[in-house]
Structures are given as C-alpha cells and as structure tokens.
C-alpha cells in the first residue's frame, strides 16, 4: 500500500483546516467591533418580546440606541417606569418622568348601533374586508370586528366584544403593534389616566353619522362650549380631546347627545 | 448562451428546493413573512456564489491535485463552515447596515444543504470557473425565488380561515408540495 494515500490527504485537509482556522483566528482580531460594555446591561433589564413598540428594530436595536444616547432611558413603553428606572442607574442619568399610555379604540359602534351595508363572508381579516367597499359597516370609520388588532397584539390584551375591538388597559403595555395593525387607524395610545375619550373617529357630517350610528360623534360642538378648560375642539365634525388640558371634570361626557364621548 | 442556459437551468428548471428538494429547512423555517424570506435569499445568493468560486478553487487546485477528490465532502463543508464566519466578521465590521439586514440568516446558511449542494453539483456538471459561479448565482436565485413566493402564500394563507385539521404547519407543507408540481412545468423548458 502507497503510504502517500494516507500522508496526502492527512496533510492536505488538515492543512486546509489549519490555514481556514488561522484565517478565522486572524480575522476575529482584525475586525473586531467594539461594542459598548452598557449594551448587554440594557438588554437584560428590557422584556425582550422584540414589539417595537419603541420605535426601534426590537429590543436589541433600542438597547444600543439607549447607549448611544439617540434614544432616551424611559423609550421602552412596555416596560415603564421600572425599566425606565433601571436603564436610567445604569446610564447614570436621571430618569425623567414617563406617562403610562394605553391604546384605545375609538370606536363603539357594535351591533346593535350600527348599520351595515352589505353582509361579508370573505376573510376574517379587516385589511381584507376594508378592501371591500371600505368594510360592511355604513360607516366608513368605524370597527370592522374582524380581529386583525387582536391577532396583532402580542400580549392578549385585545379582544373583539359585539362587534367591535376592546382594549383591556390593563394589560396593554402601549407597544402600538395594533395602531400599526388597523387598517381604519382607530386605535390611538392615550394616557392611561384619562378616562375621558372620544370614542368616535367618524369625519363625516352630523347627518352622515345619525344614519350610520346611534352613538357617533355628530360635530355638535357641545362638548366645546361646555367645556371650561378649552380641552374640547371639534374638527371635521369630530370632537378630539387635548389630554394635557382635561381635567376629568366629565361635562362633555353629561352634556353629548350621542353619548359618544366616554368617562 | 452556455452561461444563459445554465443560469435560468438553475433558477427554474432544475430549482433547488422545488426540484432537487434541498434547503427545504429554511425553506419552511424562514418563510413566514416576506420580508424575512427576501433577506434569508439575500444572504444565501451571497454566500452561493462565494462558495461556488471558493470550492471550485480549492477542488481544483489542491484535490484533484493530490488524486484525493474523494474528499470533496469533507473539503467542502470545511470551506463553507469557514468562508460563511468570515463574510459574517467582515460584513459586521465594514457594513454594518448589511449585517443587520442578513443579520440572523447568516449562521443559518452553514447548515443549508442547498449550498453545499450547488458545489456539489458544479463539481459533478464539470463546470468551470465562471460557469460555476452562474450556477451557484442562478441556483440561488431559484432558492429565493421559491422561497419568497412560497412566503406569499404563507401570508395569504394565515389570514384565512383554515381547517383547524391541517392548520399551520400541515397546510404548509400541502402548499409546498402543489408549488412543486407547478414547477415541474418548467421541467421542458429546456
């Protein structure tokens, strides 16, 4: 037997293994990227579900964005206050006061007050139904009900009751998936503590809406002569809330004829 | 023309995945979303052909050298398993906007069985250099193709109610199996 048959491929695959491994080896130090010690540190305080509720490619992105100082400690919306906080301590930054959000669906047109158009059997899926004549509903504003921000919602805090989607605030943590999710844009984050919302987002005229919705916003401007603090404008025929000015007092809640405002 | 017939070979006739049946690992794994199935194909197409040119050389000019191409195998996976860590180290430290779009896909590829496949293939056909590297190219244009198709699908097919029997996975594997009948179509085209 030639002794060459073994020494030649011994010599060659392992000379090719030494040569890819010193490459590798070299290469490891030659481009190596410095990575800021503070990143992992930020990483592990933040929950890690990767929402992007921050606004950043996940939670890895928004750690090094913290530690770059283009993001700021109390980003994370899911974590709050105490992650805030810890971020905060290991930046050594003060923490500046972040205000609990939750998302909100402006809409309570359920069954029983809304009208339809026509009745949809297609795909449970409202990007699918609006695609179908804006949706069954009459109003070309309201909750389709099919679920989409449901299934968007990675912390089952979303559910559809009659009809329409409902947020348990109490399980939101305002990552946003849903805003992004619904194709109507109804859902908006809100302060946590306001009560006081329109739940409404329909634009059309008073006459419009009376023939969709028993409880759509009419643009009577009610709420904003009635309201003492200036808090209530109405535009397009809708009523919107400014959050920094309500006191809660819940005039404009009493005083709308269509109920449309909630406390 | 040679190098024409052998790129859309490799895209459509001979398919990685829908005819040949290899990476069907990512092929179901990285398919969920288009998006990501557009950049698993990204980084595979980049690796197809750097492995296609890497293998060429080293088969050529050190194997069948030294009379062991018995070894391709070996040789093979070694010269991937390497040159995938070391576009990875290169990419992170001179773009890291490319790194972050390949990002996860990368460390996947090693163990992608089309890459090793397509060098396999090329070593079999008798390719040479460039069209080695048309083939590898065109091989993963296919991988992509297939992949990014069947990621439509997918989307589609998660919005819809499905027969709770054969939800998710089963219902996967259905769709993959019609695709692959329709690209048998494409099996006379050439």
């Known amino acids: 037997m030639d002794i060459n048959s073994i020494i030649a491929p011994v010599l060659s695959i392992g000379g090719l293994g030494i040569i890819f491994g010193g490459i590798l080896g070299f290469a490891a130090q030659k481009f190596k990227v410095k990575q800021d010690p503070k990143i992992p540190l930020i990483r592990e305080c933040l929950p890690g579900a990767n929402c992007g509720g921050c606004g950043f490619a996940g939670c890895d992105a ?37 205000v609990k959000m939750t998302a909100f669906v402006k809409c309570k047109g359920n069954c029983t007050v809304s009208n339809s158009k026509y009745e949809y059997y297609g795909i ?50 305002a990552c946003g998936q849903c805003v992004s999710a619904c194709p109507k844009n109804l859902i908006e984050l809100v302060p946590f503590e306001n009560k006081v919302r329109v739940a409404c987002n329909s634009k059309d005229n008073g006459k419009t809406v009376k023939a969709n919705c028993s409880v759509g916003c009419i643009g009577c401007k009610l709420c904003e002569r009635n309201c003492e603090f200036n808090a209530v404008t109405v535009e397009n025929f809708l009523a919107k809330i400014d959050y920094s000015k309500c006191t809660q007092c819940g005039v404009c809640a009493e005083k709308c004829p269509a109920k449309a405002i909630i406390k | 023309m040679n190098l024409l017939v052998i790129f859309f070979a490799a895209i459509f006739v001979n398919n990685f995945v829908l005819s040949k049946f290899l990476g069907i690992c990512p092929f179901l794994g990285v398919s969920k979303k288009v998006e990501t199935a557009a950049g698993m194909s990204l980084a595979v197409t980049f690796v197809m052909a750097m492995a296609s040119a890497a293998t060429y050389l080293v088969y050529n000019f050190i194997l069948v050298k030294f009379n062991i191409p ?24 001179s773009s890291p906007t490319l790194y972050q779009a390949l990002g996860v896909y990368l460390p996947l590829i090693t163990t992608n069985c089309a890459v090793l496949g397509v060098t396999v293939s090329n ?62 179509g494409f099996s006379g085209l050439l």
């Not at chain 1, 906080?85 to 003060?94: D, R, V």
């Not at chain 2, 048309?134 to 997918?154: D, E, S, T």
């Open chain 1, 62 to 98: 928004f750690a090094q964005s913290v530690a770059e100082k283009k993001a700021k400690v109390n980003g994370c919306p899911v974590g709050g206050a105490a992650v805030a906080e810890k971020i905060a301590n290991i930046m050594g930054i003060e923490n500046t006061a972040s």
């Open chain 2, 70 to 93: 018995y070894l391709y195998n070996i040789a093979f996976i070694l010269i991937i398993a390497s040159l995938v860590q070391f576009i990875e180290m290169f990419i992170k430290k």
């Open chain 1, 124 to 173: 449970n899926d409202c990007k699918m139904e609006s695609a179908l004549a804006n949706g069954s509903k009459s109003c070309s504003y309201g909750c389709l009900g099919d679920g989409t921000c449901v299934k968007a919602c990675n912390f089952g805090a979303l559910s559809i009751v009659d009809g329409v989607a409902y947020v348990d605030s109490t399980k939101c943590t």
């Open chain 2, 123 to 184: 070593m079999q056909d008798n390719y040479n250099f460039i069209e080695s590297i048309v083939n590898g190219v065109g091989a993963a244009l296919g991988f992509g193709l297939a992949i990014i198709l069947f990621a439509g699908i997918r989307e589609r097919i998660e919005r819809n109610n499905i027969l709770s029997a054969v939800k998710g996975f089963p219902i996967a594997l259905i769709s993959a199996g019609l695709m692959s009948i329709a690209f048998l």
